[in-house]
């Protein structure tokens, strides 16, 4: 692919993808300037600069994961956090595919007694 293409229509590389080494408080801040949507750039050069500042620093900075957890969940936390995720949701899956009333151990669910009444 030529760059203008990759520019295009490919997602950025990931910083920490070429150089393990680059903290992850940069690799955000460097994904923030690169968002494809303006909106989702920081406003003003003033607000890159305190959030690389803050790198230096080694304070948080204002940029959130949350978008990038998204995109690639495994990049965001790590795979092995994501793991008991993914156990968790094939066992509430496996669960939803029981007959009502019925546990995911075979036994009868029992009702739930309400109270105030």
């Known amino acids: 692919m030529s760059i203008l293409s990759l520019v ?14 680059v903290p992850r408080a940069l690799e955000l801040v460097c994904l923030k300037c690169l968002e494809e949507d303006p909106a989702d750039r920081y406003p003003t050069a003033a607000e890159v600069s305190a959030d690389l500042g803050r790198v230096l620093a080694g304070e948080p900075v204002s940029v959130r994961a949350a978008k990038w957890a998204r995109r690639k969940p495994t990049a965001a936390v790590g795979p092995d956090a994501v793991e008991p995720v993914v156990q968790r949701r094939e066992q509430v899956r496996r669960q939803g595919d029981q007959p009502a009333g019925v546990t995911a151990g075979g036994g009868r669910a029992r009702p739930v007694p309400r109270s105030g009444r």
């Open 8 to 21: 295009l229509h490919a997602a950025p590389v990931r910083p920490r993808e070429v150089v393990p080494a």
